[in-house]
């Protein structure tokens, strides 16, 4: 399967730049996976979509501000750096920028030196494996020292840094923003609830993947990188009661459907607690065992997320759905409009 049949035309003016005020006043498209069938709403008639016994599962990951700015100790070169995955203790898995710059042995100091790293070892694709030492709490250094770590693709500055935060954000942890929950507020979520909508929360913290293209030819070679998810017991317990109950299981979001076709996978199609790093790769012709439908964004030509929402819409249906969507100008990537396939 070719990386190309995943293309379409996008025109930059439709990557949206900035957070609409109201969380909730996001463009919603409605695809029907059977029939390709497309509703136009807004995202707060989703609960119209949704029924009593179904059950929504959120990904609680909440996002460490891990963009950092500094220079290297020798020669004051400047230094960005993404902050990926924690490793063990004090280090840390990164993207440096410009990494030709950042060799093993590399001291970086951060904040007038209140926060420095080491590079202990080098990766592919700008990766580096950093050690931080400092005094003090990390998590409270990143907090004066770090910036929310936007994707490429946005230019502008964020005014207000939770915008870029689920509201239900809780488990510190990830590269990015699981986006497809942006559009939640505290009180659709309580308008669901009050329907008989069963709210479950996983937890998968967003790495590499996010920000790797696919640089093959044939998607089938394409390695994912591993990220980190928890699937509490509740959680679990939960979704098997609603799978015996008749209800629907909607993910919101391609994170919290990779983590639960993930332990779908390893439990015969079934629930339970588990924890762990998922590689998961999901395109179509994937069998999917957890879910029976998802919200999510408006992702990238030619990208991993695509080809996950291809395989449970069907590539045609999702292709036809992404110029339809071109056509009446919806709003593309993080702080875009959204979509929910059932």
């Known amino acids: 399967m070719k990386v190309d049949i995943f293309d379409f035309h996008l025109p930059e003016e439709l990557i949206a730049q900035t957070p609409l005020l109201d969380r909730a006043d996001s463009r919603l498209m409605v695809l029907d996976k059977q029939t390709?069938?497309?509703?136009?709403?807004?995202?707060?008639?989703?609960?119209?979509?949704?029924?009593k016994?179904?059950?929504l599962v959120l990904n609680d990951t909440k996002v460490l501000p891990a963009r950092l700015y500094g220079a290297k100790k020798d020669t004051g070169a400047k230094i960005e750096i993404l902050l990926l995955k924690q490793l063990d203790g004090d280090?840390?898995?990164?993207?440096?920028?410009?990494?030709?710059?950042?060799?093993?042995g590399t001291e970086i100091v951060f904040g007038d030196g209140v926060l420095t790293a080491v590079c202990t070892a080098e990766a592919d694709h700008g990766g580096r494996i950093l050690e931080f030492k400092y005094e003090g709490i990390f998590y409270e250094l990143l907090e004066s020292l770090g910036e929310m770590p936007l994707p490429p693709y946005i230019k502008?500055?964020?005014?207000?840094?939770?915008?870029?935060?689920?509201?239900?954000?809780?488990?510190?942890?990830?590269a990015a923003a699981p986006t497809a929950g942006l559009h939640f507020t505290e009180e659709l979520l309580g308008e669901i609830k009050a329907i008989g909508v069963r709210i479950a929360f996983i937890t998968l913290h967003v790495g590499l993947g996010t920000f790797r293209p696919v640089s093959v030819e044939d998607i089938a070679e394409h390695d994912m990188h591993s990220e980190f998810y928890i699937v509490p017991e509740e959680t679990a317990k939960i979704l098997n009661e609603t799978r015996e109950n008749g209800g629907r299981i909607i993910t919101v979001g391609t994170t919290s459907t990779r983590t639960l076709e993930t332990v779908a996978t390893a439990n015969n199609g079934s629930f339970a607690a588990d924890s762990g790093w998922t590689d998961i790769f999901i395109y179509p012709g994937y069998q999917f065992k957890a879910i029976d439908g998802m919200v999510t964004n408006f992702h990238l030509p030619k990208s991993t997320l695509i080809m996950l929402v291809s395989a449970l819409a069907?590539?045609?249906?999702?292709l036809h759905a992404y110029e339809t969507a071109v056509k009446e100008r919806y709003r593309f990537f993080s702080f875009g409009d959204a979509m929910l396939i059932v």
Not at 156 to 174: I, M, P
């Open 314 to 318: 069907g590539r045609e249906n999702v």
């Open 53 to 55: 016994g179904d059950c």
């Open 36 to 51: 390709g069938r497309i509703q136009h709403e807004k995202f707060k008639a989703i609960k119209e979509y949704l029924r």
């Open 91 to 104: 280090k840390w898995e990164t993207l440096v920028k410009p990494a030709k710059r950042v060799k093993e």
């Open 156 to 174: 502008e500055q964020l005014d207000d840094k939770d915008r870029y935060q689920t509201v239900y954000a809780k488990e510190r942890g990830s």
